[in-house]
Each structure stands twice: as structure tokens, then as C-alpha cells.
């Protein structure tokens, strides 16, 4: 009997078999095919006779010939489905239906990890038949379902990163679905290396998913997260490529993806949209919520029609721990450590408890981090004078600055999963994150330019100033989710509610301006132009509280409350074209956002007999390597309970108040109405994402314009409303995956995206400023711009868990918003004050190049197989077009040329260890207008734009399995002490200059 082949595999006539014995049962011979090929066998438990003992008479040299007189002994069946051969009896019903493949059927179930319970994310189930081949990716909860199955025994061949794949045979049947669920062991489990397995089995989880994903995204696992000593969200995200941070004291605080600033993407949680915590702007700040709160995350890249389409630069999701199944899951971690320039300690703690009840899953997650920061900084100003030989550079005004910032970060979850049956689900989902900071400002001015030059080098009567600032900004972010799941049929419906809120608020923000009432005569130092020097004249002793008299005292308040409201609905069915298959998924989306702000700025002069010497205290602190004295500091209680008995005796500048509070403040809503169709399509080795999203959109604005008398006395603050604005788009969407091999992709993709304008350039209000002669306006008809993405990207993924990429992207930017600004030449009262509005102007691009390297570097020999690599590396950029102070093309703000992250890691036994380096370029930080000093004179035409110099920063990061549950662990952060740099127009002109030395954390972690 001839074995019967359907598939392009090897064919078993072709495959060599040596050295067959003479006496076997068909138990030897299977064994013998398996220990000698890559075939794998198959069979039905009808079959039991295995034992059955056979005489080869004469030597067979294939593996097919020793088949055939298996066959003519036993009277078997023997099929080859690729390197699978299934044992079959030729009377067998269910072999006769498979073979001649009548009818359709369906196969569903679930996927585990063998060890943990977990459900493995992104495990690619495949049914080959004569026809093709169909399957399905396992989601979230680790399901697969797939339709079109031909009827009869089949075999399921499950495979996954990082595992051992494996076949199953299962009948499929026309009437009713089939179910087999599995667990898959890892194929690292075997290295005894229980951490190094745990990191190495969650990296596997994100990887697959990120292989089998249809649109461009990097997935980045909670395990990979730990490898770096990164304790928030906006700091892990920079290890990705495509990805830069901007920090601010020290820490990431925003994200910006290919280029573009954080108001070009969007975040989700659990993939629903969640609030924007910022003043005007749409951005949510990542940076408040702990890395402790989150099981992974994606930063999807090419987008699909079934997301939001503001998402122009990409869209971050973070997804939190999910239920895992029967297994329990408790996970904890403890840590506490120092930051060397506050010489303060820092503290982290957090847990996650999982368990099944019944047909309920539920998660609880809380984290809670304390960091106590220091930063020391110097700024500096530049001017110009003539001294008889042509203009020279002096030293306009220099501050030494401390800040001593302490963040507190707390970040509660839940999740309850209950399955009605095996078609149907509910969820529930909830996740709260509070971020505090608290910080004590202390600054030293030297203003040099308020008095004269006579000679270069000296400054005569100048003004020495101490302005102190106390200061709290509380940042609350709140997301609800409520859905489920419904099969209907072969289709299957989800849907979702959801409410999120936001809260930017600073209940503290006060400042004490002191003055010192002599005129010092300051001899300077610009030889070294990053730490210019002044020294006062012995006649003016600065230290002399007694000298320094009350200028002022400020108080800001703001409060901005963001909140989102949305439902969706989603329906999917599985269909079949030609020789391919495919799912068309249709859905909508309502969603609505109301942003307002409540700001009020006061400041109270007067007072002329008070002195800083009244509130001061000590501290003889010398910044950076001891240049820089600030002189001490106050008392803030003492300076805020004087302020509070005597606020009768101070003078409120009420012009003030209303021209700097008014026009911040605003109400905005934005209904937005989205519908879309969408499918994917199978064929051979394409994979196809195609759809189109229509969003409707209703806005509605509310700001104030502040109304002054000709002598700028403030008369009255007006209400001012922008009607209802609409408008619509259509968003075509294109995403083609193309399977080089099992390991290997091809994507492609176009895509069509907006950007929304912040919502103060929207907000009718309008904002003079009297002392600069500036009147600023918002546009309610401002358009959004429309973006076009193009990228194109090759990967190739390793059994042991790593991947190689290399991916260029294209972005145009339609109507890009600029600020028009124009003199006012009329009779009115403004005549000459410049008149600045946000516009549409012409187009912006920006392209780049990704690379990226991941992969344990086992081929290597002896010691050298025991390290790893992780690697990418990105080059961006960017034009845009300008007209203020004249004409120019430049690179788009904060977009940076290039990126790169090297991490160079060992692991052995129960130790892991690894050092990291992140650098990033130069990029161009605010847009400023020209300069005429002479070593600009020299370097042509120089605009005095504002530019943050490259950072590099240097971690390390170990941790030693100690026993079962087990294992120590710390950090080291900026172990060269980085500092930032910002400069004007060229590196010669420095502007600031923030030092944050180095900081650890020694810690202990718990996995049950």
C-alpha cells in the first residue's frame, strides 16, 4: 500500500533509513522514523495493536519502503500531512471523511504554559489540509478558534517562540464545534535556570505576539522591563526603537515616537483610550504610572482601521496582568535605595495576586514608589557689546538653581474575567494611578546686563536676586472598562463602555522674591563658557540677608480635569475567498472628551521692610563640583504663615491676576462619532489587513478675552465661544504581511492618520501681554492636520528567543500648524504689539530608519554563550517650513537624528546580569530668532534657536536567584553622572546645564 502525501514536505520515499532490524513491532519502527527524522506519528486510540511483532524480510532503505511492508503486515494506513504521518485503519470512517475532505468544521480551545498556567498569548495553530492551510493566533486570554476546518482527523501543529511545538490529532465534525486544549512546555525549561527561564518565557509571549501581529508594532514584555532598572513607564519606553524621552529632573517625563511629540500619538490601556493630563495639550504622561502596574506593552506603529485615527505617530498600549487560568499567581517586590546628589533614600514596593473561583478570574495589583531626587543647574545668558574694537559676547546673567524634587508614585488595578460558557464572557476592569511631586526650588540670579560694560569682563551695577520657589503637582489618571464577548454563529461580537479621567492640579505653587538693595560690580569669566564665573565686589556681601528685601510673593493655583466617555461595538465573521480565508469585522465607536481649566496667578508687592533674613536658613551648599554658592534658603512655613497674618499689608497687582489667569482658562468638548469596516485576508503566505475609518466630528470651545483701559488698567474679562465645529474624515488603512518562511516577515504598510490641535490653540481666548507687548490668540477654525504613513520592514525571529529587524518609515503632514505672527500697525491702543496666532501652513515630513538586534548568543563558544545582546538603533528626519522672524526650513521640535540603546547581558544558573547604554542626539528644543555677536558672524547665519545637547546614559542592573520564589536584584542609574545641556543656536552658547549624579535600589523579589 503507498503511503498516501499531502503536503510539499519531504516526501517519506526520499528520506533514508540505515541499519533496520529484522525483528520489530510497529512501536520500534515508529521510533526508529522519529529518532532518525524529523517525522512525527499520529494515530487514534482506536488503534491499539502497536505491540504487534513484524519480520522485515529484506532491508529497507527509505523511510517510505519500511512503511509500505508495515503496511502489507498489519494492513495500516499510513498518510503524510507535511512531517506528520498519520496511522490510520483503511475501514476507519473517520479517515475515509478525512481524505476526501467533505464538508466543514471547527476546532476551538485554549492554550497553556505547562509550568505556570498561564495562557500563552499569540501561539499559531495550524491545520494543513490538501487545500491549504488554515489556523488562527491564539488572543489574549489564549483562545484560538478556527473555521473551515475540513471534517474527519485532523492534525492541529501548535507553534511558539520558545517552545517545543507540538502536534495533536482531533476529529473535526460538520455538526458541532471540536475542542482540544493544550500546554506547551518551554523549550528552555530544561536549563534549570528557573529566573533566567521566567524572563526568557515572557519575552517569548511578546515576541510571538509581535510576529503574528498583522500591523507594525514592537511588543515589550514585563520580564524585558525588569532587565533595566527602569521604574516608570516613559523610562522603559525609551529601550524601544523608534522611540526618545525627554526628561526633566533626571527622569523621563515625555514620550515622543518617530519624530514627532507626545501629541501625535495615543495611549490605551487593555487597548481603550484613556485621558490627557496635561494643561492645553492631549498628552497622557506615561511617566506617572509604575512599571509595576503593567504585564507588557506595545507601541503599534501602523495602525488598523478598527483603531483611533489620531494615532499619527503611533500608539502606546499597556496591558495589564491578565488572570492565568487554574494556576494562582502572587508576585511581590520590595526595594529601597539611595540617590547620591539629594543623599536622600528611595523605596519601592508592589504585588499582583491572581486566582480563579469557580468560572471567575480575578486579578489585584498595587504599587508604590518613592523617589527623593536632587538637581543642580546653571544657566546662562549672553549679550552683546562694543567696546571700540566691534561687538563682543559678554556674560548677560547667570543662575545656579537647586531642586530638590521628591515623586511619589501609587498605582492600584483590578480585573474580574467571568465565562457564562465557552462562548460567551463578561469583564470588568479598573486601574488608578496618583502621581505626587513636591519641590523646593532655590535659585541665585546675577543679572548683569541691568547695569553697564565698561571693559570686557566687568559689569558694573548689577542686581543680585534670590527667588525661591515651593511647589506641588498631583496627577490622577482613572480608566473603567466594562465588555464582553458573544459567538453567534461563526461570528463573534465584542463590545465595551468605558469612562476615564484625568487630572492635572498644582494646589502649591508659591514663590518669595528677594532683592539685595546694593548694586554689586561683578567682575566675569566666560573663558570656559559652560561654567562661567562671577565674582561680586568686596563691597557688597550677598550673604547679608539683612540686604536682600522682599520683591514679591506669588501664588498659582490650577486645576484641569479631562474626561472621556466611550462605547464600542465590534462583529467579526470568518469567510472564505478563492483559496484563502479571511474575517470581515465591522464596528463604531461614540466617544466623548470635556477638558476644562480653573488657573489663577497672583502676585502681592510691597512691604518694604521685609527681608529674606526674616525666614532664612542656612545652607552653604556649593553647586556643581563647588562653583556656584546659593547662598541659603527660607523657611517656607514660617514665610507662608507671615503671608497668611499680614495679606492686608501686602499690595495684589490685579492687572496682573487677570491678564496671566483669564485666558488660560477654558472649557472644551469634542464628540467624536467613528465608524469602520475592515478585513484580513489568508492566502498562501500574504497576510492582508485592509479597511476604512469615517470619524465625525462636533467640537465646542469656551475661553475668555481679558479687556484693559489705554492706561492698561484692567476693565473686564469676556466670555467668548467658538459655535459648534464639524467636520469628517475617511481613513483608508493598508497592512501587508508577507511569511518569508516560519520565522521570517516582509510588511508593508499605508495609512492614513490626523492630528488634532492642542486644545489652547483652539480655545477662543485672547492674552495680552503688556510688558512684552505680545498679543496671543487662539483659532477655533483651526484645521487638524492630515498625515499619510508609509513604512516597509523586514524581521526575522530565533527559536531562542531573540529576533533581527530592519524597517524604514515616511510620514507627510498636511495643513501643519504653526504660529503666525504679525505687527499691528492701526490707531488702536496696540499699534506696534505683535499679534501671535496658531495657523495651518504648508506641509512637514518626516522619515527614518529602525534597526534592531535581540538574541542569547548560545552559537558562541564556552563562557561567550552565556551572554546576550539587545541592540536598535534609529535615524529620523524632519522639515518643516517657517516664517517668523523670516523664512526657513527647519527640523520639526524634539525630533532627534539619532537614537540608540546597546544592552549587553549575562546569564548563568540563577544569575543575571547586564549593562545598558541609551544616547541620543542633539535635537532642536524651541524655535528662537537671529543674533549678530561676532562668532556668529563668524558661522554664517546663526538663528539663536534653543537646542538639548545628546544625552548618554550608562545603567547596570543583577539579579541572583536565591532560592525557589526567590531572588535579590539591584539597579544603578547614570553611572556617569549625564548631565543635560541646552545651548543657543551653537554649542558656544550655552544656555543650561542640569546635573543629577547617580542613584540604586537593592531589592528582593517574590514569584510563587
Given amino acids: ?38 517525522f512525527r506519528f499520529s494515530y487514534s486510540s482506536k488503534i491499539t495493536d502497536l ?19 508495515v503496511s502489507r503486515q498489519t494492513g495500516f494506513g499510513f498518510k503524510q500531512v507535511n512531517n506528520h504521518i498519520i496511522i490510520f485503519q483503511p475501514d476507519d470512517r473517520t479517515v475515509k471523511q478525512k481524505i476526501s475532505e467533505d464538508g466543514k468544521g471547527e476546532v476551538q480551545g485554549r492554550v497553556y504554559d505547562a509550568v505556570n498556567g498561564e495562557p500563552l498569548v499569540g501561539v499559531t495553530v495550524r491545520v494543513e489540509t490538501v487545500s491549504g492551510i488554515v489556523g488562527a493566533v491564539t488572543d489574549i486570554n489564549g483562545s484560538y478558534r478556527i473555521q473551515n476546518v475540513p471534517v474527519g482527523e485532523q492534525i492541529l501543529i501548535f507553534s511558539y517562540i520558545g517552545y517545543n511545538s507540538i502536534s495533536r490529532p482531533i476529529f473535526i465534525d460538520e455538526k458541532s464545534p471540536s475542542s482540544l486544549s493544550i500546554r506547551l512546555s518551554s523549550a528552555l525549561d530544561d536549563l534549570d535556570e528557573v529566573t533566567i527561564v521566567g524572563y526568557r518565557r515572557g519575552q517569548s509571549r511578546a515576541l510571538n505576539v509581535q510576529k503574528e501581529s498583522f500591523n507594525l508594532k514592537n511588543v515589550i514584555s514585563y520580564e524585558q522591563i525588569e532587565r533595566f532598572p527602569d521604574l516608570n513607564v516613559t523610562e522603559a519606553l525609551k529601550r524601544v526603537p523608534g522611540v526618545v524621552t525627554e526628561p526633566q529632573r533626571g527622569e523621563a517625563q515625555s514620550v515622543l515616537i518617530r519624530g514627532l511629540n507626545s501629541s501625535f500619538h495615543t495611549v490605551t490601556l487593555n487597548g481603550q483610550r484613556v485621558a490627557s493630563t496635561g494643561e492645553s495639550d492631549r498628552e497622557t504622561n506615561t511617566a506617572i504610572i509604575p512599571v509595576g502596574m503593567i504585564s507588557s506593552m506595545e507601541v503599534i506603529k501602523s495602525i488598523t482601521a478598527d483603531m483611533d485615527a489620531d494615532a499619527t505617530s503611533g500608539s502606546i498600549n499597556l496591558l495589564t496582568t491578565r488572570p492565568v487560568g487554574d494556576s494562582v499567581l502572587f508576585k511581590a517586590t520590595a526595594a529601597s535605595g539611595y540617590n547620591h546628589m539629594s543623599g536622600r533614600p528611595q523605596w519601592l514596593g508592589s504585588a499582583t ?29 549672553w549679550g552683546v557689546e562694543d567696546f571700540g574694537n566691534g561687538p563682543q559676547d559678554v556674560l548677560a546673567g547667570l543662575r545656579p538653581s537647586l531642586y530638590e524634587t521628591e515623586r511619589t508614585r501609587i498605582g492600584l488595578g483590578g480585573q474580574m474575567d467571568y465565562s457564562i460558557n465557552d462562548r460567551s464572557s463578561l469583564y470588568l476592569r479598573a486601574v488608578y494611578n496618583n502621581y505626587d511631586e513636591y519641590e523646593i526650588r532655590n535659585d541665585a540670579r546675577h543679572s548683569l546686563s541691568d547695569g553697564t560694560y565698561p571693559t570686557p569682563g566687568l559689569a558694573n551695577r548689577g542686581r543680585y536676586e534670590k527667588v525661591l ?36 492640579n498644582v494646589p502649591l505653587r508659591e514663590y518669595y522674591a528677594f532683592r539685595h538693595s546694593g548694586r554689586p560690580n561683578y567682575s566675569y569669566d566666560i573663558s570656559d563658557r559652560k561654567f562661567a564665573t562671577v565674582q561680586p565686589s568686596e563691597e557688597v556681601n550677598l550673604s547679608d540677608m539683612d540686604q536682600m528685601n522682599f520683591r514679591y510673593y506669588e501664588r498659582r493655583r490650577d486645576d484641569v480635569r479631562d474626561t472621556d466617555k466611550f462605547a464600542t461595538i465590534n462583529l467579526k465573521t470568518p469567510y472564505l475567498l478563492g483559496d484563502g480565508r479571511g474575517n470581515i469585522k465591522i464596528g463604531g465607536k461614540a466617544w466623548q472628551k470635556t477638558k476644562q481649566r480653573d488657573m489663577l496667578e497672583q502676585r502681592w508687592t510691597g512691604f518694604s521692610d521685609l527681608t529674606m533674613a526674616q525666614f532664612f536658613q542656612p545652607n552653604n551648599r556649593n553647586l556643581i563640583s563647588g562653583r556656584y554658592p546659593i547662598n541659603g534658603e527660607i523657611d517656607w512655613v514660617a514665610g507662608k504663615n507671615f503671608f497668611n497674618q499680614n495679606e492686608a499689608l501686602f499690595n495684589l497687582d490685579e492687572n496682573r491676576t487677570r491678564e496671566n489667569s483669564d485666558p488660560n482658562n477654558y472649557f472644551a468638548r469634542e464628540n467624536i462619532y467613528a465608524g469602520y469596516v475592515m478585513t484580513d485576508y489568508h492566502l498562501n503566505r500574504f497576510n492582508f489587513n485592509v479597511g476604512l475609518r469615517g470619524e465625525q466630528v462636533m467640537n465646542y470651545y469656551r475661553g475668555n478675552e481679558v479687556l484693559f483701559d489705554e492706561e492698561g488698567d484692567y476693565q473686564e474679562t469676556v466670555a467668548t465661544e467658538s459655535g459648534d465645529i464639524s467636520y469628517f474624515n475617511l481613513f483608508p488603512m493598508f497592512n ?46 483651526l484645521q487638524p492636520s492630515k498625515a499619510t504613513n508609509l513604512d516597509l520592514s523586514f524581521e526575522n525571529y530565533f527559536q531562542n528567543i531573540g529576533f533581527v529587524s530592519l524597517g524604514a518609515y515616511y510620514k507627510n503632514l498636511n495643513d501643519f500648524i504653526y504660529n503666525e505672527t504679525i505687527f499691528i500697525q492701526d490707531n488702536s491702543q496696540f499699534n506696534g504689539y505683535q499679534l501671535v496666532t496658531p495657523m495651518n501652513g504648508e506641509s512637514a515630513y518626516v522619515y527614518g530608519l529602525e534597526i534592531a538586534w535581540q538574541q542569547k548568543l548560545d552559537f558562541l563558544p564556552g563562557f561567550w554563550s552565556d551572554f546576550g545582546i539587545y541592540a536598535n538603533y534609529t535615524y529620523s528626519k524632519s522639515e518643516a ?52 555677536a561676532p562668532s556668529i558672524q563668524e558661522l554664517g547665519e546663526l538663528f539663536l534657536d534653543r537646542y538639548f545637547e545628546a544625552i548618554g ?56
Fill in 1 to 38: 500500500m503507498a503511503v498516501a502525501k499531502e503536503s510539499t514536505a519531504q516526501n517519506v520515499y526520499k528520506v533514508p533509513l540505515t541499519k533496520v532490524q529484522r525483528h520489530l513491532n510497529i512501536k520500534d519502527v515508529i521510533l526508529k522514523i522519529e529518532e532518525n527524522t524529523e
Fill in 51 to 69: 505491540g504487534k511483532e513484524l519480520e522485515i524480510a529484506s532491508p529497507k532503505s527509505t523511510v517510505g519502503e519500511l512503511l509500505e511492508e
Fill in 353 to 381: 495576586y491572581s486566582k480563579r473561583v469557580g468560572k471567575l478570574d480575578f486579578v489585584l495589583s498595587g504599587t508604590y514608589q518613592k523617589d527623593n531626587r536632587a538637581t543642580e543647574d546653571i544657566r546662562h545668558d
Fill in 469 to 504: 520657589r515651593e511647589y506641588n503637582r498631583i496627577t490622577n489618571l482613572l480608566s473603567l472598562n466594562a465588555g464582553g464577548q458573544q459567538d453567534i454563529g461563526k461570528s463573534t461580537l465584542d463590545y465595551n463602555v468605558g469612562y476615564s479621567f484625568g487630572t492635572f
Fill in 736 to 781: 501587508l504581511r508577507y511569511e518569508l518562511s516560519k520565522t521570517a516577515n516582509i510588511r508593508a504598510s499605508f495609512t492614513n492618520t490626523i492630528a488634532r490641535p492642542m486644545f489652547n490653540d483652539l480655545v477662543p481666548y485672547r492674552l495680552v501681554n503688556q510688558d512684552n507687548q505680545i498679543i496671543s490668540t487662539g483659532n477655533s477654525d
Fill in 881 to 932: 517650513k517657517i516664517i517668523v522672524p523670516v523664512e526657513r526650513r527647519i527640523a520639526l521640535p524634539m525630533q532627534t537624528p539619532h537614537v540608540y540603546n546597546v544592552a549587553l547581558q549575562y546569564n548563568k544558573g540563577g544569575f543575571s546580569a547586564q549593562v545598558s547604554y541609551n544616547w541620543r542626539d542633539t535635537w532642536l528644543d524651541s524655535v528662537g530668532g537671529s543674533a549678530s
Fill in 953 to 1008: 546614559q550608562l545603567d547596570f542592573t543583577a539579579s541572583q536567584r536565591v532560592s525557589q520564589n526567590f531572588s535579590l536584584f539591584t539597579n544603578l542609574n547614570n553611572i556617569t553622572n549625564s548631565s543635560h545641556r541646552h545651548y543657543f543656536g551653537d554649542p558656544i552658547y550655552p544656555y543650561r546645564d542640569s546635573y543629577h549624579s547617580f542613584w540604586g535600589m537593592l531589592g528582593l523579589r517574590y514569584n510563587l
